[in-house]
């Protein structure tokens, strides 16, 4: 059985919606839930259509908030895989918000999210991903490092905190500063 393959170009999404009343905080911006419920569709769709099936989401490495988005603002979320694994796929998507009165577009979020791919309700293969240009490759190999840093630290912080349940509560104080 020969290895599937797909390009980063056969992941791409692109999801737009307009941030409603309902998805805003007490400030009047969009919730950042909100945000987070949104990045995670696009993140479901991108991880789904690059392998063929279900894809739940395993973490959110990380999401970074630029700037606020206003209620009224059309959102505009470009999701790709960027890594994988055996059965994870690494999805950065980049959002952008426009003031549709003003014509003007910002670039308001970057989230890294991992997600599994499914089939018959256990982890399965995913396509190799063919990186076809340097700035494939760098993203790539970025994420690489960023899921073998992943790695480190969960084995890192499990040594830690066994570390700190052999300890007494005198140490522990001391530690706390208390």
């Given at each position: ?61 990380r999401?970074d ?19 994988v ?54 993203r ?39």
């Amino acid at each position: 059985m020969s290895v599937r393959t797909k390009t980063v170009s056969e992941s791409r999404v692109r999801i737009a919606v307009v941030i409603e009343p309902t998805d805003a905080n007490f400030l009047g911006k969009a919730f950042g839930a909100a945000i987070l419920a949104k990045i995670d569709i696009c993140a479901y769709a991108t991880a789904s259509k690059y392998a063929g099936g279900i894809a739940v989401t395993a973490s959110f490495d990380r999401v970074d908030f630029h700037e606020p988005i206003e209620v009224g603002e059309l959102v505009e979320m470009e999701g790709l895989i960027t890594y994988v694994g055996r059965t994870s796929m690494e999805v950065t998507i980049e959002i952008y918000a426009t003031n549709l009165m003003e014509g003007t577009r910002r670039h308001t979020n970057t989230a890294r999210v991992t997600m599994v791919y499914l089939k018959d309700g256990k982890p399965a293969e995913v396509p190799r991903l063919v990186c076809e240009n340097r700035e494939e490759k760098l993203r790539f190999l970025e994420g690489k490092m960023r899921r073998d840093r992943r790695v480190r630290h969960r084995a890192e912080f499990e040594e830690i905190k066994q570390d700190l349940s052999r300890m007494s509560d005198a140490e522990l104080d001391a530690l706390i500063g208390a």
